[in-house]
């Protein structure tokens, strides 16, 4: 837990078991109320009386802190009252908890919240209990469209729902392989191009060089790195409520049975990466490792983690399986939302584009890897004259806008499932494969206590 | 757990102690006096909050009367059943163990003839119990991680090799037991060591004159006249296991979400009513847990003769 926090600070994109176990049966109450004394204003949400010179209140958490300050430092006129919480990481859902409680209490809102996560637009966009949604609606003006074209296609998927997009996301956690370039030099291995030839590396790393690993599987974000590259129809969003879920296709079952061999293998251990264990065990073992954009900060670039010297860790793209298009997946990412119910929305929207699009804070001061393209583009070339990576980054570009749009954002967290009904029974022996089915229903089961329609 | 201990502590120094000089108006007044603070810190803290709850547990969310819905509604929840199982096998563990091992144990030290061990004792008993409950949670956090545990060894013994394998769900109430154990069962050998200095030298005295040894002494005088003791610790500590929330939650939380955050049955309310935003639904259960706690005390109340006088 401890090492997890402090990891997120490094590598602050650790969304972390999305909200573990968020749920929102409430929600199917939604509709039945009426909204509030607020009229319907010109951004295609009702909103209250507004002042240009209200100052407004905006939740960061510790990492987001820099961006608060370089907005301030920029915008001496805004009034802002900053205030630090926990981000909603590590399953803490307190974003979502205390949005609830302003919502009982009808007053106390933040005017911008930044998230952790990427399951908040699922709740934040419906209505609770007749309450008007706490997200604004950041396309029917409010954001201007250029900006919000120009970000890295598909980013904002998480924040959109039945077209409405109620947040900005602020950096991006495609998954990529990353590898040790030394160390594959050294073995006379080739970065692996597929997952066949990633699985048939393993058994070779396996025999010739036990000991050392090419993934792992203890992590909660398991499934959104292996399964969601493989298009495993897991987490199907179809609709604000509705959820198609199916893993036991071809596509789940591949991955299921290439993990299914490494773990058995032992190039895959069912270890979390934030652990001592972890550490003790593997620093300096790990050829290479899917995973997401942050994984570079938060364990490979990290001396409390894997520290990995420089000139030596290199980032290859997101292997494809044979025959099908190459598509990866995404673990976290943070997100800005605006409060529907602020009475500055102008600030509140100047606020998030700022440290979202400007150069001050997502270039220069940002760890993560910027979800609005200019801002990724000269990131990337700050990150590369660096030094610190042995090849260039482009395919971490390039993987941003592979992300597969298969999988959804819903409101209930698919690491807080995986890791309850997988990790242990991997733990216990059992085969990914033949686990798939119970998978399934306990998806089934959690999508269904949220209320959602399961098809 | 605290709040239970000071409450017994209370209980143990004030019985059979003499009565003072004043006079029967004045301790009467006096008493009233200390009564009222307390009914209104339990009408407060105790009594409108749980007619909140029994207000939310029938309306929903737009206040208009529900029925049974909510029960209905979170006893068909998929996780219900699991969280009943998980808290009953906890409970069965914790109970007997508390039992057996508080009274055996308030014996063993109370029969220490040596002053300073048995003070010793006392303290190293005692001293878990004084860390705050999260806090003492935590500690458990490394003891049961393989890689960091003091007593990695003994881990190891039992073929864990990580953490993750230490918190499979079989393990689970047997650990939950020993942390709770471990946090809480000092206190009451303080107090079951405490209830033990109330029997009578004389009836000890007796027995040993009449050629009891100190097994038999222990087995015929001293745990009949522990039974109100026992009783009262099976009562408060039902309360509180029924209520086990903190050891699971930490748990999950330092396992990325291994050890389920919806274990246990207070859990399962907390989701409710802070995830899924259905402060009815949670109401709905913590008046099914006040239900079975009250059964459950009701049978140590009369099996244990907590009432009977004299």
Known sequence: MFRFIRAGRKGPWLRVIGGVGASAVALTLAGCGGGGGASVGSYGFAQVEQDDKAPITVWVDSDRVGAADAFKKANADVKINVVTYDGSANGSNSFRTKVQLFDRAGSGWPDVVFSTQNNDAAWA???????????????????????LDAFTEGSLAPCTVEGKVYCLRNDLAQAVLWYDKSLLDKFGYAVPTTWEEYQALGEKVAKEHPGYIVGTVGDPWTPEVYFWG????????????TVTVNVETTECKRAATMLDTLIKNGTTPNISVFTPEFLKKYSGKVLMMPGPAWYAGAIFNNPQSLNVPKGQLGVGAPPAWQGDTAVTGNVGGGTWFVSSHSKNLKAAEKFV???????????????????????????????????????????????????WTGWGSGVFSQEAIWAKTMTPAIAGGKSIADLLPEWGTAIKNQAQVNGYTVK | MTLTDKAARAAVTSHGRPSGGRSGDDKSAMSYGFVALYTVLVVAFGVLPALYAVYLAFTDGDGG????????????????????????????????????????????????????????????????GALAGASSVLLWLFVL?????PVSGLLHLF??????????????PPIFAIIAFWTGAGGWIVIMYGALNNISADVIEAARIDGATTVQI??????????KWISYMGIMSLAAGTQLFVEPQLLSQASNAVVPNDYSLNQLAYQYAFQQNDFNGAAAISLLLLVIALALSAVFVTRGGLFERG
């Open chain 1, 125 to 147: 966009s419906q209505k609770t209990n007749g309450k008007e949604p706490f997200a604004a609606v950041l396309n029917g003006g409010l954001v201007p469209k250029a900006t």
């Open chain 1, 230 to 241: 493989s298009k495993c129809q897991a987490n199907g969003i179809t609709g604000p409520k």
């Open chain 1, 353 to 403: 584009e700022f440290v979202t699009t400007a150069d001050d804070y997502q270039v220069n001061v940002a760890p993560g890897f910027p979800a609005y393209a200019p801002a990724a583009e000269k990131w990337i070339k700050k990150q590369e004259s660096s030094g610190y990576y042995a090849t260039d980054l482009q395919a971490l570009v390039k993987a941003g806008s592979q992300i």
């Open chain 2, 65 to 128: 009367f529900a029925g049974i819905t909510n029960f209905t509604k979170v006893m068909s929840d998929f996780r219900f059943l699991p969280a009943v199982a998980h808290v009953a096998l906890y409970l069965v563990i914790w109970l007997v163990a508390l039992v057996v091992l508080v009274a055996f144990l308030a014996i063993v030290v109370h029969a220490v003839r040596v002053r300073w061990l048995s003070k010793t004792l006392r303290l190293v008993f005692y001293l878990p």
């Open chain 2, 145 to 149: 991680d393989p890689t960091a545990s």
């Open chain 2, 159 to 172: 073929g864990f090799t990580s953490f993750v394998q230490v918190i499979v769900p079989a393990n689970l």
């Open chain 2, 218 to 227: 222990a087995w015929r005088v001293q745990l009949p006249l522990l039974r």
